[in-house]
């Protein structure tokens, strides 16, 4: 056996594991903050992503990341976070917390078109 072979092959075996530990560390890395993005309002990440380009979508599992960021924490049976709308005409809003106040109120979620 060439002892030169050997040691050579030898050498460069701790760079290219070294190599790919930066690569996964880096991925790991940008992986949770992309996670940390999409945890933002929607405007707030519409502001990244807008500056990102599209090889993002192909170099990590954005879809299943968007699932998981974007799930929330309530369960059935949890009051409903208050917010506010504006009414459609635009005069006024409306807040949750004062409609529940003064009865109650049931929250529909969907689509009717």
Request: net charge positive; glycine share 4%.
């Amino acid at each position: 056996m060439n002892t030169t072979n050997a040691s050579t092959n030898s050498k460069w075996v701790p760079r290219v594991v070294l190599v790919l530990l930066i690569v996964a560390v880096l991925w790991g890395t940008a992986s949770a903050a992309l996670y940390r993005i999409m945890r933002r309002p929607p405007e707030a990440f519409a502001r990244v992503m807008s500056k990102l380009p599209d090889a993002v979508f192909l170099l990590f599992p954005f879809e299943t990341m968007w699932t998981r960021a974007r799930a929330g924490t309530l369960q059935p049976g949890d009051p409903a976070p208050n917010f506010t709308l504006a009414k459609l005409d635009h005069s006024d809003t409306v807040q949750l917390a004062n409609l529940v106040s003064q009865k109650p109120v049931v929250l529909i979620f969907g689509s009717y078109t």
